[in-house]
């Protein structure tokens, strides 16, 4: 199983990402997606969640300017990213509740990152 992010970049302040995160391999089930931030010398954050029902949690820094979906179809996670600020610089990794086979349990797995640069 992997999950691969995309979508990163460097945008001016004000400014829109879309990422991305696909899963691929051996799925049986997806439960919760999420996305998680490390900025340089902080510790790792959560951002935003989702449920494989579409029930979403967001960080407080994330309320009313992220938004977080997925299509379970397509085992992809998405995060919209609208007025964006230099203080949202920072690496986002996309993580997954995945189970492999029917009698499995879930496991959590994480993408490798995508790199979000926020300045002017």
């Known amino acids: 199983v992997q999950l691969q992010a995309f979508g990163g970049g460097l945008v001016q302040p004000g400014g829109s990402l879309r990422l991305s995160c696909a899963a691929s391999g051996s799925i049986f089930s997806i439960n919760d997606m999420g996305w998680y931030r490390q900025a340089p010398g902080k510790q790792r954050e959560l951002v935003a969640t989702i449920t494989s029902g579409g029930n979403t949690n967001y960080a407080d820094s994330a309320k009313g300017r992220f938004t977080i979906s997925r299509d379970n179809a397509k085992n992809t996670a998405y995060l919209q990213m609208d007025s964006l600020k230099p203080e949202d610089t920072a690496v986002y990794y996309c993580?997954?509740?995945?189970?492999?086979?029917?009698?499995?349990?879930?496991?959590?797995?994480w993408g490798q990152g995508t790199e979000v640069t926020v300045s002017s």
């Open positions: 993580n997954a509740d995945i189970s492999r086979r029917k009698d499995w349990g879930y496991l959590a797995y």
